[in-house]
C-alpha cells in the first residue's frame, strides 16, 4: 500500500455556535493524534468522543456515498469522509458550508436546500401506459445522462457558489444538476416543463460560469458543464444538442 | 405533548421504507419518520444489483433464482417467501424502471444484467447473468428514484427523528415516539399501522461495511416492547471488505471476473469452490479466506488477502466499476487498474431480524400469532428469504419486493378494517424519562464519573469481532454473553457531556450504542444456542450443519429481568427443495 502511514498531531481549528448558548460563532483549536490514513471525519470522531462530545456535525456512511458530512475545509466544501489526513496537512480549518443557515457547529439547515431541489421537479415525468417490461433506451441514450445521476445530494456545489450566496432564492447547481438528470434522459417528457422553470429570472442564468460547484462536487460531476447543457437547451429549445 | 396522527406511520426511508410509502401515498394519511435525510439512507451504499429472472442476456427463470436462493441460505429459507421474492422480483425491477431507475442497458436497450455470487442457471449448473444493475451504484440509484418518487407523491417526512419507542396497546400497535434532533422534544405519533424499515446493525461489530447510522434501533426499540427476533445469529460477513476501514467492495468485481488471491498469487477459491470458483456464496468465501489467513497464507501473513481486477483492464473497471476502484484508490492508495486490492471479511448484513409473514405482518411467537397494525420490511426484517446467508443482490430485491408487500396489504387488506387503538396513558413517559435521564448525566460534563461512551462502544465492537465473528465456538460465544451483560450495565453509568437540546447526536449516539447493544444480546445468544454450522453461523466445535435438531428458526424473547433471552424455535417452511448438502 502506497500511502505512508504513522501516527502524526493535527491541529484542528474548528467553527463553533450552540444558539442557545453562544451569542456568535468562535473558533476553537483541538489537537488530535491521526494516522495519515484517518479520514477527516475520523478525527473529528476522535474529538467528538474523546475531547468534546458537544462538537456536532452530520455523518453517517463515511465513504462518500451518502452526501452527509458536506463541510467547508480549509476554505473548500469536501465531505470529511473523502479527505485523508495525508492529503490535509497539520494545521486544518473546518467550518459549516457558506450559504445555508447555520443549526449548530457544523450542522447546516438543509431544509431550503430540498426544497429548491423539489422546485425543478427531479422524477421522471412520461404519462404513456408503461409496457409489461422495460421501456428500451440505447447504452448510448443511458450515457449522455450518466454523469448528472451520480449526484447524492450533500450540497457542496450549492454552498460554494457565489451567485448563492448572494441570492439564497436561486435555485442553485444542485438543483440544476438533478433536472438535467432528467431533461437528457430520453424516456423522460417534462422537460419542457423543467426548462420553463429554469429559463426564469432565479433559473440557470444566474449561474456566472464561475467552475466552484465542479471543483467542490465530490462526485466528480462536471457540474458547470451540466449546467452550461441546460442552459443551451433552453436557449435551442431542443435537448438534442452537442 | 407534541402529538401527530396518521393512518399510517413507516420509520426509516431507505428502500424498504419508500417502497411501503409509494403504495399508500395517493389515497391514506402516511408519515415517513427517518432520523436522516432520506437520501442518506444506507440502501444507498448497496453497489452490485438487484436479482431478477428477466432473462434478458440468457435464459433465466425465478424458479433457478428461488433454488439458489434457498439453497444459499442453506436450507433455513422460509420457501413460500422465497417464491414471493423470486416471482415478484421481476414486476418490481420493472416498476423502479418505469420510475426511471437507470439501469445499465444491453445493446437492444433492455436491461443490462450480470453474473453474482451463488446466482445460477438449472440448479446450480453454473453461473447466470441475473443481476439487473446501474453500474456498481445499483443502492444509489433505488434510493435516488425512490425519493424522486416521494417527492412526485408529496409524502409527508419527519427528517432528523430518532424513533426511541414502540407503542402497543389493546393487543395493537399504535403508536411510536421520537426525538426531534433539531430541537430535542419529543413527539408521539399515534397511528392505526406501524411499519419499521429501519435497517441493520453492522456498528455492533469493528471491522464492518455499514454506516454509522446502522445501529439496529427498530431491532432493539422491537424488541425491548416484546417482540421476539429471529435468527439474529445469522449476520453476514462480505467477504471482500477494504483492509481495516471495512468498506464494501462489491461482489459484482468478482462478477465482472476479479480474482481473490494468496500471498502465493494462487486462486485459493478454486480450490474450495470448482464450480463456481470466486461466486460460491458469501458466508464460504469469507471461510475460504479467514482459512487462507489461519494457515499462514494471508498477504505477509497478515490477516487479509487480495482482490484483483487489473486483467479486467481499464476500460471495463472505468466502465463497470468505477465507485469500488475509487475507493481502494482514496483509502488505502492502491491502483487498482495495476495493484491487488488488500482485502478481509467484513460485517455486512442481518440475515435475522423482526419475524413477519409473506405479508410483511410482524409475528409475535413461534405460532406465527400477529401483532395487529405491525409491519417490518427490509433488513430489520426476517421474512425469512435469507436464510442462514443472502445472496449478493438479494437484499435490494427483498426490499422492493416485502417493501411494496407491507404497502399493499395495509392498504387493501388492514386499513379497510383497521382503526385507532387508543395511546397507552402517558404514552412519551418512558423515552422521556430515558432522554431526561440522559441529559442529566450529561450536566455533571467532562469532569462528571463514569468512562466515556466510546470506551464501550469500542468494547462492543472488538469483543464481538472477536468472540461472534465469522468462526465461533462455545468458549468465546459464552463469554461474549458475559461481555454484552457487563456492556448493558456500563451503558447505565457512562460520562457524557453535552447537556443541548439543539442537535445533540451525543444523545442521539448513546441512544444507538444502547439498541446495538441489545442487538448484540440476541445475536450471541442465539448463536451460542445452535450447535452446528448452517450458512453465515460456522461453530468450529459443531463444524457441520445438523438438520435433525436445527432446522429451525431461533427466536429470541427479552428478559424482563437482567437474564439471558428466551430462546423458542419455529419450523422452516420447505415446498420444494428438501435439504442437501450444499457444494459450489
Known amino acids: 500500500m502506497a500511502t505512508a502511514t504513522g501516527t502524526r498531531t493535527i491541529h484542528i481549528k474548528v467553527k463553533r455556535y450552540q444558539p442557545d448558548k453562544d451569542a456568535k460563532p468562535y473558533w476553537q483549536d483541538f489537537a488530535v493524534q491521526a494516522e495519515g490514513n484517518d479520514r477527516l471525519v475520523d478525527v473529528l470522531n476522535k474529538i467528538k468522543w474523546e475531547q468534546d462530545g458537544t462538537l456536532t456535525f452530520r455523518r453517517s456512511c463515511v465513504h462518500g456515498v451518502c452526501g452527509s458530512d458536506a463541510m467547508r475545509v480549509n476554505g473548500r466544501n469536501r465531505l470529511a469522509c473523502k479527505l485523508l489526513v495525508n492529503d490535509i496537512g497539520a494545521r486544518v480549518t473546518v467550518e459549516p458550508m457558506l450559504g445555508f443557515p447555520v443549526i449548530r457547529d457544523l450542522v447546516v439547515d438543509m431544509e431550503p436546500f430540498f426544497a429548491k431541489y423539489e422546485k425543478v421537479k427531479p422524477y421522471l415525468m412520461n404519462d404513456e401506459p408503461a409496457p409489461r417490461t422495460e421501456r428500451l433506451q440505447s447504452p448510448e441514450q443511458r450515457e449522455r445522462y450518466d454523469e448528472t445521476t451520480k449526484c447524492i445530494l450533500c450540497g457542496a456545489c450549492t454552498g460554494s457558489c457565489p451567485s448563492v450566496w448572494a441570492n439564497p432564492d436561486w435555485v442553485g447547481p444542485a438543483s440544476i444538476v438533478n433536472a438535467h438528470r432528467f431533461i437528457f434522459d430520453s424516456r423522460d417528457h417534462g422537460g419542457a416543463e423543467r426548462m420553463q422553470i429554469l429559463g426564469d429570472r432565479n433559473g440557470v442564468w444566474r449561474c456566472r460560469t464561475i467552475f466552484n460547484c465542479s471543483e467542490a462536487c465530490p462526485r466528480g460531476i462536471h457540474v458547470t458543464d451540466a449546467i452550461e447543457e441546460v442552459k443551451r437547451a433552453i436557449m435551442f429549445g431542443t435537448t438534442d444538442i452537442a | ?584
Open chain 2, 1 to 584: 405533548m407534541n402529538y401527530h396522527k396518521y393512518d399510517v406511520v413507516i420509520v426509516g426511508a431507505g428502500g424498504a421504507g419508500l417502497m411501503s410509502a409509494m403504495q399508500l401515498a395517493h389515497n391514506t394519511s402516511v408519515a415517513v419518520i427517518s432520523k436522516l435525510y432520506p437520501t442518506r439512507s444506507h440502501t444507498g451504499a448497496a453497489q452490485g444489483g438487484v436479482a431478477a429472472a428477466l432473462g434478458n442476456q440468457e435464459e433465466d427463470h425465478w424458479k433457478w433464482h428461488m433454488f439458489d436462493t434457498v439453497k444459499g441460505g442453506d436450507y433455513l429459507v422460509d420457501q413460500d417467501a422465497a417464491e414471493v421474492l423470486t416471482r415478484e422480483a421481476i414486476d418490481a425491477v420493472y416498476d423502479l424502471e418505469h420510475w426511471g431507475l437507470p439501469f445499465n442497458r444491453t445493446e437492444d436497450g433492455k436491461i443490462d444484467q450480470r453474473r453474482f455470487g451463488g446466482h445460477t442457471r438449472n440448479f446450480g449448473e453454473g453461473p447466470v447473468r441475473r443481476s439487473c444493475y446501474a453500474a456498481d451504484r445499483t443502492g444509489h440509484m433505488i434510493l435516488q428514484t425512490m425519493y424522486q418518487q416521494s417527492v412526485k407523491n408529496q409524502v409527508k417526512f419527519y427528517n432528523e427523528y430518532l424513533m426511541l419507542d414502540l407503542l402497543i396497546n389493546d393487543g395493537q400497535a399504535c403508536g411510536v415516539v421520537a426525538l426531534c434532533l433539531r430541537d430535542g422534544t419529543i413527539h408521539t405519533f399515534h397511528a392505526k399501522t406501524i411499519v419499521f424499515a429501519t435497517g441493520g446493525y453492522g456498528r455492533a461489530w469493528r471491522i464492518t461495511s455499514n454506516a454509522l447510522a446502522c445501529t439496529g434501533d427498530g431491532m432493539a426499540v422491537a424488541y425491548r416492547r416484546g417482540i421476539p427476533l429471529e435468527d439474529m445469529e445469522m449476520y453476514q460477513f462480505h467477504p471482500t471488505g477494504l483492509y481495516k476501514v471495512g468498506i464494501l467492495l462489491s461482489e459484482a468485481a468478482r462478477g465482472e471476473g476479479a480474482y481473490l488471491l494468496n500471498k502465493d498469487g494462487e486462486r485459493f477459491c478454486v480450490r474450495y469452490a470448482p464450480t463456481m470458483e470466486e461466486l460460491a456464496p458469501r458466508d464460504m468465501v469469507s471461510r475460504f479466506i479467514v482459512q487462507e489467513i489461519t494457515e499462514g497464507r494471508g498477504i505477509d501473513g497478515k490477516d487479509y488477502v487480495y482482490l484483483s481486477v487489473a486483467h479486467l483492464g481499464k476500460e471495463k473497471i472505468d466502465a463497470k466499476l468505477p465507485d469500488i476502484t475509487d475507493f481502494a484508490r482514496n483509502y488505502l492508495g492502491v491502483e487498482p487498474y495495476y495493484e491487488p486490492v488488500p482485502i478481509q471479511p467484513t460485517a455486512h448484513y442481518a440475515m435475522g431480524g423482526i419475524p413477519t409473514d409473506i405479508e410483511g405482518r410482524v409475528i409475535m411467537d413461534e405460532n406465527n400469532t400477529t401483532l395487529p397494525g405491525m409491519y417490518a420490511a427490509g433488513e430489520v426484517a426476517c421474512v425469512s428469504v435469507h436464510g442462514a446467508n443472502r445472496l449478493g443482490t438479494n437484499s435490494l430485491v427483498d426490499l422492493i419486493v416485502f417493501g411494496r408487500r407491507a404497502g399493499k396489504h395495509i392498504a387493501a387488506k388492514w386499513l379497510p378494517e383497521a382503526d385507532f387503538a387508543p395511546l397507552p396513558p402517558n404514552p412519551d413517559a418512558w423515552a422521556t424519562e430515558m432522554v431526561e435521564s440522559l441529559l442529566a448525566r450529561a450536566s455533571a460534563g467532562a469532569k462528571g464519573k463514569g468512562e466515556t461512551q466510546e470506551a464501550i462502544r469500542q468494547d462492543l465492537r472488538d469483543s464481538m469481532m472477536e468472540n461472534a465473528g465469522v468462526v465461533r465456538d462455545e468458549q468465546h460465544l459464552t463469554a461474549q454473553m458475559a461481555k454484552v451483560a457487563e456492556l448493558k450495565e456500563r451503558w447505565q453509568t457512562m460520562r457524557l457531556m453535552d447537556t443541548s437540546r439543539t442537535f445533540n447526536t451525543e444523545l442521539m449516539e448513546v441512544i444507538e450504542l444502547g439498541n446495538l447493544i441489545e442487538c448484540a444480546e440476541a445475536t450471541v445468544a442465539g448463536a451460542l444456542a445452535r450447535q452446528e454450522s448452517r450458512g453465515a453461523h460456522y461453530r468450529s466445535d459443531f463444524p457441520t450443519r445438523d438438520d435433525k435438531n436445527f432446522l429451525q428458526h431461533t427466536l429470541a424473547f427479552r428478559s424482563e429481568t437482567a437474564g439471558a433471552p428466551e430462546l423458542r424455535y419455529k419450523p422452516v417452511v420447505i415446498t420444494e427443495f428438501q435439504p442437501k448438502e450444499r457444494k459450489y
